[in-house]
């Protein structure tokens, strides 16, 4: 099994434009989380999905939409990228009854 | 969720234990420990949890103090790649799933020769 898997790994933006982080599972989890760290810092959560078709946010949603059509996909979206979301994104996802949350490697962006 | 507090920093000898301290004095009855690590800027990988009862998996020890205000995580024969930042967090298990594992500045190991 892949487990969680993010593309890109890498994106460098400039500010106002826009574009879409991917996370995919194939482990059939409900739950999905996007966090993000900064440099010397924990993680923070941005939003999440308790099951297809329903998000909702974390501790820092603001700048940032998220959308889970598919069961085994979350989309981070960032309509109009600003420096403070340089940052390093990473996807998560966890099984119903399951307490061991699954990450993926990590997505670094540059907002210039 | 209860806060913890955790060394900012501790290095071990290659092939000795590693005690890693966590103290979280103001955990709840219902409220689990877990122990997840953070391999050079990877994802964080999941390694233990605990109520109250000590657990040991293939990765590590959990020791949990009787008033569970504190805990050790022990790596028992530490090696060159369980260099790692060590994150000790504390919540209620299931519940909201959206109310997940808040992540503090954890304890960033270094395992040396």
């Known amino acids: 099994n892949a487990g969680v898997t993010q593309t890109p790994k890498f994106r460098v933006l400039k500010t106002g434009q826009s574009m879409t982080l991917l996370c995919a599972q194939d482990m059939n989890h409900e739950y999905m989380y996007w966090y993000r760290q900064d440099p010397g810092m924990g993680l923070r959560l941005i939003h999440y999905?308790?099951?297809?078709?329903?998000?909702a946010k974390g501790e820092v949603p603001d700048g940032y939409n998220v959308s889970r059509l598919k069961k085994q996909n979350f989309l981070l979206g960032l309509e109009s990228a600003a420096p403070s979301q340089t940052s390093v994104y990473f996807c998560?996802?966890?099984?119903?009854?399951?307490?061991?949350?699954?990450f993926g490697s990590g997505t670094q962006l540059s907002v210039l | 969720d209860a806060k913890t507090t955790q060394p900012p920093s501790m290095d071990c000898a290659e092939g000795r234990a590693a005690n890693l301290p966590c103290n979280h004095s103001?955990?709840?009855?219902?409220?689990?420990v877990y122990w997840y690590r953070q391999i050079h800027s990877q994802g964080p990988q999941y390694i233990i949890h605990?109520?109250?009862n000590n657990e040991t998996n293939e990765m590590a020890s959990l020791i949990i103090t009787e008033d569970r205000k504190s805990s050790t995580l022990i790596l028992p024969h530490a090696t060159l790649r369980d260099t790692a930042v060590y994150y000790c967090?504390?919540?209620?298990?299931?519940?909201?799933?959206?109310?997940?594992?808040?992540f503090g500045g954890g304890t960033r190991l270094m395992v040396k020769p």
């Open positions: 999905s308790v099951g297809e078709g329903t998000t």
């Open positions: 967090i504390v919540r209620v298990a299931g519940g909201n799933a959206g109310n997940m594992l808040t």
């Open positions: 605990g109520l109250k």
């Open positions: 103001t955990i709840s009855g219902n409220e689990y």
């Open positions: 998560a996802s966890l099984g119903m009854g399951s307490e061991k949350l699954f």
